[in-house]
């Protein structure tokens, strides 16, 4: 069978049975429908005149949009990990949108209400959060440093937080 003609009374046969069998690979009954269409277009060329005889034109149908689905998933899949690995990107390569002078005084304002904060917090406290939060230490680096145990150098660290969070909280208020 090599007729564009037969060809395509094939497909419109078994159109639905072919969707059907494309969704569970796509995921989607609208790309079901796309990969069905595209396997149409290969399999009875426009042209007129099929390139070559088929045995079984089913089969050689069902293959079509076996492997059309298959390359739609394998697409979806690279896209889909692209955005994910873009989205864990450096904060400096998304793009951000631009500060205003207004953000710029509000932000050095909070500073100067944190630091301020910070003066009225136990000295050892303070040097652990400024450690921890400000210099990218880690708590075992803390620790370390403060020679205290991670628990405790845990402990300072949160202690200072809470105390510069309802402090921030009461003058927001």
Known sequence: ???????????????????????????????????????????????GAAAHPIKEPLFYLYRIVRNLAYDVTRKRATETRYSQDYSRSAFWIVPQEPRTPEDDLFLREDIERIDAILETVPARAREAVKMHRIAGYTLEEVAEQLDVSVNTAHRLVREALVEIAVALASTDA
């Not at 069998?21 to 069905?36: H, K, Q, Y």
């Open 1 to 47: 069978m090599s007729s564009t003609n037969e060809r395509a009374e094939i497909f419109i046969q078994h159109r639905a049975a072919l969707v059907n069998f494309a969704l569970p690979i796509v995921g989607d009954r609208a790309r079901a429908e796309d990969v069905v269409q595209e396997a149409f277009l290969r399999f009875a060329p426009s042209n």
